[in-house]
T-cell receptor, first 112, second 113 residues
Framework: SQQGEEDPQALSIQEGENATMNCSYK?????LQWYRQNSGRGLVHLIL?????REKHSGRLRVTLDTSKKSSSLLITASRAADTASYFC????????????FGAGTRLFVKA | KAGVTQTPRYLIKTRGQQVTLSCSPI?????VSWYQQTPGQGLQFLFE???????NKGNFPGRFSGRQFSNSRSEMNVSTLELGDSALYLC????????????FGPGTRLLVL
């Protein structure tokens, strides 16, 4: 099973609404990252939150981290059609070497 | 600065063949990681190279291999291709090993027939 699992799997909203995506993970982490992927392309790093942080902002993005629940959420405010993409959370596992483990992703569709 | 580039962008091969994919990291980045993305398995870590040495490896069979050159460019090779190897192969670079932020290339889409 994957280290990070996002929910919902898919989300469809109207432009201007807020979109919230959640990520759960299994082991302790040093940090958690969120990435965006436009259809079939490479990933773009959005934001990184460290284990000693509870909330972080970047433009219209707000990320929260609850290490007691092993979960994180990504909030996109005032969504735009251009936000249509898949969003992935990622954590780094140290299993005799560091590996970045991605969740299954949330597909966000913003209708104009 | 130019971003991460991957070549070729698209590739069609038949079962049993082998394939080599190339990745040029951002200038000054010394670490290159490779990922396989499929609809069924999602994004899976293949391996990471730093200073021409493989530093980390995911759970893939030995048919998947890679290397890194002195200029940090990396190649990955898949031998004896199987239908299940059809995927988007993504390369990511970072300045140093175990860097938290990775910069991804556009990917190479491989179709195995």
């Amino acid at each position: 099973s994957q280290q990070g699992e996002e929910d919902p799997q898919a989300l469809s909203i109207q432009e201007g609404e807020n979109a919230t995506m959640n990520c759960s993970y299994k082991t302790s982490i040093n940090n958690l990252q969120w990435y965006r992927q436009n259809s079939g392309r490479g990933l773009v790093h959005l934001i990184l939150i460290r284990s000693n942080e509870r909330e972080k902002h970047s433009g219209r993005l707000r990320v929260t981290l609850d290490t007691s629940k092993k979960s994180s959420s990504l909030l996109i405010t005032a969504s735009r059609a251009a936000d249509t993409a898949s969003y992935f959370c990622a954590t780094v596992l140290n299993t005799g070497g560091f590996k970045t483990i991605f969740g299954a992703g949330t597909r966000l569709f913003v209708k104009a | 600065k130019a971003g991460v580039t991957q070549t070729p962008r698209y590739l069609i091969k038949t079962r049993g063949q082998q394939v080599t994919l190339s990745c040029s990291p951002i200038s000054g980045h010394r670490s290159v990681s490779w990922y396989q993305q499929t609809p069924g398995q999602g994004l899976q870590f293949l391996f990471e190279y730093f200073s021409e040495t493989q530093r980390n490896k995911g759970n893939f069979p030995g048919r998947f291999s890679g290397r890194q050159f002195s200029n940090s460019r990396s190649e990955m090779n898949v031998s004896t291709l199987e239908l299940g190897d059809s995927a988007l192969y993504l390369c990511a670079s970072s300045k140093e090993l175990y860097q938290e932020t990775q910069y991804f290339g556009p990917g190479t889409r491989l179709l195995v027939l």
